[in-house]
């Protein structure tokens, strides 16, 4: 049986730069997001510098899932496009990103400041053009970065990071604060470019995967399936139903370990330790049944282009102990006043205020705004989850649809289990390598949306006509929620920052690519 839910056909659109801002308009007002914008360097082909502009829209009961890209050439001697942030927070910030990037500048943008770049980053060099060379000696530096100044009687900074005490990335956070209430958070990102878009070009679609499986480690599966779904949306060759659900459980079980973590360090920064010991206790039993199905307890490994091979399918009896497990953990948690207390009305984002910025995942499901690629960008045949009915916006809100996700992850793994009829390999010939994808008749892309554990990872992939990438755009849901967190922590406190971060738990190298 072919997947039911073959990639969905791009509309294709090469539009002037004077045109792309009524164009866009009336994409956002037909339902559509913007998913991504990615800059290209064409000179190796004669032609010049390209943006490239996803639309995407989703599936419902009036309309079909639509996409579309439009993609506009640019003057390589003088790049510009005219900014769209004035009509999508996120497009302002894939902007910024690509003018550090490639040098393309969004003309009018109402916050021109350096996103990506630097400041020992020499002037006018962009890492991601074809002639950049490896990094060169630093330069003359840009100056520090403009932090917003907020001043008045009693107002004080608190700078956190970028290194920290703990074992995490860096991330620099600056509190503008009376008392103990934040009156302003600034989180500045980026201090580790580390190239990853780069160092897909010139790769086979088979050598891209060890590449896509570390870009953020804890979403391993969501890259994975997303960049080898764009990679077969490119090359025209839809995968068997099998396939598509073997992917769905190693995804599902990504997000069974992730949120069980979460469940537990949210009350362990509210001083419940005991909760997360056995929080610690499951996720270590989850572990241990990504490596029994993979081979590896962050599930690498067992996703190719074309391909899905599973050394063993996940017992749904065992998850359904682990998940009644979990419930317990979490109705011990909220029947605790001080923990409940602590959750209740802290951080909140509110649906407004999560439509404005496009936040995904969790995150825009505990504010009222019903965004899930499961639903909005179907490719299985198992039944997506429930949509979320949580507007409260808050700590509380965040942990309650983490726990209602891991039975719904657990229940949809059952139904995924039944349908393979206990096969777990899918591939008898046995190829570690997976199927021999064709080579394109030309150049060709393709786009792929996964709902990964934190949200929509979508990848977008341009294959040249010897078959290898050319470019990979990859979007993290981190790179759309980030903005959301200091906007959740405005009239704050200090000592819930860290409460109100570990309950977005976004990702750096998701982020910082």
């Known amino acids: ?46 032609a010049g510098l390209r943006a490239v502009y996803l639309f995407t829209r989703a599936a419902a009961v009036e309309a079909p899932e639509s996409r579309v890209e439009l993609h506009v050439r640019l003057d390589p001697e003088r790049p510009r496009v005219p900014s769209l942030a004035g009509l999508s927070f996120p497009a302002g910030r894939f902007e910024r990103e690509m003018r550090d990037l490639f040098g393309i500048v969004p003309v009018d943008h109402p916050l021109p400041r350096r996103l990506v770049r ?118 025209g060759t839809p995968v068997t139903a099998d396939v598509a659900r073997r992917r769905a459980v190693l995804l599902e079980l990504e997000r069974l370990y992730n949120h069980v973590t979460d469940i537990g360090a949210l009350c362990n920064d509210v001083a419940h330790g005991i909760r997360n010991a056995h929080a610690q206790r499951l996720r270590e039993r989850l572990l241990r049944i990504n490596d029994r199905v993979t081979g590896h307890r962050l599930l690498r490994g067992a996703i190719r282009p074309g391909a899905a091979v599973l050394r063993a399918l996940p017992d749904p009896v065992e998850l359904a102990g682990i998940a009644a497990d979990a419930a317990g953990i979490v109705a011990g948690a909220l029947g605790h006043s001080v923990v409940r207390d602590r959750f209740a009305g802290t951080g909140v984002l509110t649906a407004t205020q999560a439509g404005d910025i496009g936040v995904l995942g969790y995150v825009a499901r505990a504010s009222g705004v019903a965004c899930d690629a499961r639903h909005d960008h179907p490719w299985t045949v198992a039944p997506p989850p429930a949509h979320r009915d949580h507007t409260g916006g808050d700590v509380l809100a965040r942990f309650v649809v983490r726990a209602e996700e891991i039975a719904e992850s657990v229940g949809l793994i059952g139904t995924l289990v039944a349908d393979l009829d206990g096969d777990p390999a899918g591939d008898p010939a046995g190829d570690p390598t997976g199927p ?43 790179f759309l929620n980030w903005p959301a967190l200091p906007v959740a922590m405005a009239d704050t406190i200090v000592p819930d920052f860290p409460l109100v971060n570990k309950s977005f738990n976004l990702s750096y190298a998701g982020n910082d690519l």
């Open 436 to 478: 021999t994808m064709p080579t394109p008749a030309a150049q060709a892309s393709g786009v792929g949306i996964v709902e990964g554990w934190r949200g929509t990872v979508v990848h977008r992939v341009e294959l040249g006509a010897d078959g290898r990438v050319s470019r990979v755009k990859v979007v993290d849901p981190s």
């Open 1 to 46: 049986m072919t997947d039911p839910h073959p990639p969905t056909p791009h509309d294709r659109e090469v539009v002037d730069a004077d045109a792309l801002p009524d164009r866009a308009a009336a994409l956002l007002a037909a339902g559509h997001r913007v998913a991504l914008v990615a800059g290209h360097d064409d000179r190796a082909t004669g």
């Open 118 to 235: 630097h400041f020992h980053w020499p002037r006018h060099w962009y890492p991601m053009l074809s002639d950049a060379g490896p990094p060169p000696r630093f330069g003359d530096v840009d100056g520090p970065y403009p932090f917003r100044t907020v001043e008045g009687p009693g107002v004080y900074e608190i700078p956190v990071g970028p290194v920290h005490a703990g074992l995490i990335e860096p991330g620099h956070f600056r509190f503008s604060v009376v008392g103990e209430t934040v009156l302003n958070l600034k989180a500045r990102l980026w201090f580790v470019h580390r190239g990853v878009e780069k160092l897909f070009q010139g790769r086979t679609p088979a050598e891209g995967v060890e590449l896509a499986e570390r870009i953020s480690g804890d979403t391993s599966v969501g890259h994975t399936v997303a960049y080898c779904r764009a990679v077969e949306d490119a090359l």
